[in-house]
């Protein structure tokens, strides 16, 4: 596995890696040595979200960076916290560094409402979801749209939730 730094590849994008914070469903800082919180995918990924980026900036919105690579370690800390698969899976293609947590924002840095924040580990959050309005089912649809496009699948529970397959 060849893990490519994403802040190289896409200056623009926002790094707001929530395990680095208490601003998560642990409630605890989680990623603490210098090489966690700097967000890296494998490098066909990396490059495949490069695409995505390229294709949003078009449309002058920029990625928020949540998640990306995750150590097995963390995975497991995940695990302890909430063990249902649909949300936390045991073997996440976060520690393959083939899975990335993403949202978008505004060229201001604004967050487009998507209907929940990350992590939302609920109906709600699901990509399919129906009860939020149609403004945030659009921002929706516009991120899955990019993320599609370049090789990526969205998790079914999670619409911030990408998985490199191609």
């Known amino acids: 596995m060849k893990l490519v730094a994403l802040s190289e590849l896409i200056p623009d994008a926002k790094v707001d890696l929530r395990y680095a914070t208490t601003n998560n469903f642990t409630g605890k800082l989680l990623y603490t040595s210098p090489q966690d919180i700097i967000p890296k995918l494998e490098e066909s990924a990396a490059l495949a979200l490069v ?30 916290v909430n063990d249902d698969s649909d949300y936390v899976s045991e073997n996440s293609n ?17 967050y487009l409402d998507m209907g929940t924040d990350f992590d939302e580990f609920t109906p709600k959050a699901h990509a399919d979801d129906r009860s939020i309005n149609d403004v945030q089912q659009d921002n929706r649809q516009i991120l899955k749209t990019a993320m599609e496009s370049a090789g990526f699948k969205q998790w079914p529970y999670e619409w911030w939730h990408f998985d490199f397959v191609s």
């Open 51 to 80: 695409q995505s980026s390229n294709r949003l900036r078009q449309q002058s919105l920029y990625i928020v960076i949540w998640d990306s690579y995750r150590p097995t370690a963390i995975q497991q800390q995940l695990r302890q």
């Open 94 to 110: 976060h520690c393959r560094g083939l899975a990335i947590d993403i949202t978008l924002m505004t060229s201001d840095g604004v």
